[in-house]
């Protein structure tokens, strides 16, 4: 059976096409445009027709005449048929049943939904505009912030080193990791009590954790546990959530473990601001180097920060008693975590007087802010330090610093702290505000990222599939032969000199069409230049749908 070839090179006054029924071939006659169908393309619609397409119900109730014809092509391909009462004489069904076909994935006037809401489908007003200078930076997060979760990731699973002598398992914990250095120089914590700290892993839920290890510390009753259960139902966030607590003899002593949330990357306001610079080895070492003082409104962005877990502690009967630069995590840029609440009860219980406690806080809490204006962790020449202060800052920090450190006959409460803040914490909270909403900003760029994903998926599982090339299910016609043409529409698509064109944008604009079912057409060239469709986005999605299904 021989099928004709008609080329566009030809001029034609008429249209021609040619279409495969069994063993004739029809002809028809118009004066409309020429169009110009290649020899695959004709048996690649013979074959949908044949395979993919399934007469509804309601044709039933058409007369058997009607029923014993081949539907026309063009009804199966486009919708309609324009030379339909013109001399085709293939069946055309009723408009009734075209719409009730065509339309019954996308009516907008269905009684139900498959889904509640539409927001699996694209929204516009969420998408960035296309790049134009083909760059990416429009469509995903800033590579700040990308590059700061990565370096938290890596931080958060990287493998700990072998030569640790650390247990393989302690309690519900393992794959320990050194947070502190472990040689004889390092801090003491709580007095006489050596501690140091592990990052751990949980066997029962596989998230990872800070373990505060006190060394050589014998318990003298199980109800000591009892003091922390305070801190474990509370949530605060600049305060460093505490887990749970329990002793081991896993390090081969008697040691009591505290269980923290662990924050990757985080640093300890005195190795971020209170330690010495070196001296350069050019400068005289009789000379210290100048030190650049803290802005002031990150000073007040941190008294606003303590004062306000200082308050829900307070308020709740507790004291923290390890108000120092050693015990408070800065996270980001100047998000602070009071560390360690809850190790002192445990270590030393004194539930009677934790009034005088309390005061102590803010003793501690006035002289860390005095460290931290004069950028020096002895303040022992409190005169030298005050005129420190006195040239850097304003008379309200100064004024909030005298009333947390001088001695007062009644009880001080931290409340009263908020009257020398003032305005500035209205201030804090516009900067949290913006804060959250530029991140929100970046987090609508990836927002699309996971739907794209599951498209690109079926893309990888309907194409390129030659161990079936002989079943008609995933053979490359019909529909899936759209679908091919589409993939090589997005992606191999070249210029006027026959570069490949590799554009973020133009591949981004034509998934998110196609996945909203766009009723914009767009034409599909073949590979050999010989045959093409001209279809709309909303069918190829019908046509990826009936392949994928």
């Known amino acids: 059976m021989t099928v004709w070839r008609i080329r566009r090179l030809i001029p034609l006054t008429h249209y021609e096409q040619l279409v495969l029924n069994d063993s004739r071939i029809f002809k028809r006659y118009s004066n409309s445009k020429p169009y110009c169908y290649s020899r695959f393309s004709i048996k690649a619609h013979t074959r949908q027709a044949s395979h993919s397409y399934a007469r509804p119900k309601s044709y039933e109730s058409v007369d058997s005449t009607q029923q014993g014809q081949r539907q026309c092509r063009n009804v199966l391909i486009y919708g309609n048929c324009k030379y339909e009462g013109k001399g085709c004489t293939f069946y055309h069904p009723p408009a009734s049943y075209q719409a009730q076909e065509y339309d019954q994935f996308y009516s907008q006037s269905q009684p139900t939904a498959l889904f509640p809401l539409n927001h699996h489908l694209y929204n516009k007003s969420t998408a960035p505009y296309p790049d134009l200078s083909g760059t990416h930076h429009g469509f995903f997060v800033s590579d700040d912030i990308r590059e700061d979760l990565h370096r938290r990731s890596e931080n958060l699973w990287s493998i700990p080193p072998q030569s640790t002598g650390l247990p393989d398992e302690v309690h519900n914990y393992h794959s320990l990791a050194p947070l502190e250095p472990t040689g004889p120089d390092r801090r003491k ?290 529909d899936k032969y759209i679908v091919k043409l589409f993939r090589d529409h997005v992606f191999h698509g070249v210029d006027e000199n026959g570069r490949p064109v590799v554009s973020l944008s133009h591949v981004l604009t034509n998934l998110n069409k196609l996945d909203a079912g766009s009723e914009e057409k767009l034409m599909l060239i073949s590979r050999d230049d010989q045959s093409c469709l001209v279809v709309s986005y909303r069918e190829i999605k019908r046509c990826v749908e009936s392949a994928f299904r």
């Open 189 to 478: 914590y709580f007095g006489h009590w050596a501690t140091s700290c592990y990052r751990a892993t949980s066997t029962l839920d596989g998230a990872v954790y800070a373990l505060r290890r006190i060394e050589n510390f014998r318990l003298i009753h199980e109800s000591a546990f009892s003091a922390i259960e305070p801190w474990r139902t509370l949530s605060h966030p600049n305060i460093v959530r505490i887990r749970e607590a329990f002793t081991t003899r896993a390090f081969n002593d008697s040691s009591l473990v505290v269980t923290y949330d662990y924050h990757p990357l985080a640093t300890t306001l005195f190795d971020t601001f209170l330690i010495p610079k070196p001296v350069p080895p050019y400068q005289s070492r009789g000379l210290a180097p100048a030190v650049e003082p803290i802005p002031e409104e990150t000073i007040w962005s941190f008294v606003i920060q303590i004062s306000n877990a200082m308050k829900a502690v307070h308020d709740r009967g507790l004291a923290f008693r390890v108000m120092d630069a050693t015990k408070i995590l800065l996270t980001g840029k100047s998000r602070l975590r009071i560390n360690c609440c809850g190790l002192a009860d445990l270590v030393n219980p004194d539930i009677h007087d934790v009034a005088s406690h309390q005061q102590e806080d803010m003793i501690s809490f006035g002289r860390l802010i005095l460290s931290l204006c004069s950028r020096s962790a002895d303040i022992s020449n409190y005169a030298k330090i005050r005129d420190i202060v006195s040239r850097s800052y304003s008379t309200d920090l100064q004024n909030a610093i005298m009333f947390l450190i001088s001695p007062h006959g009644s009880q001080k409460i931290i409340g009263k702290l908020f009257d020398f803040i003032g305005s500035r914490l209205l201030l804090e909270m516009d900067a949290v505000q913006l804060r959250a909403d530029a991140l929100e900003s970046q987090l609508a760029r990836e927002l699309e990222n996971g739907r794209l994903v599951r498209l690109l998926s079926k893309f990888g599982f309907i194409n390129e599939r030659p161990e079936f090339a002989r079943d008609y299910r995933w053979s490359e016609t019909g």
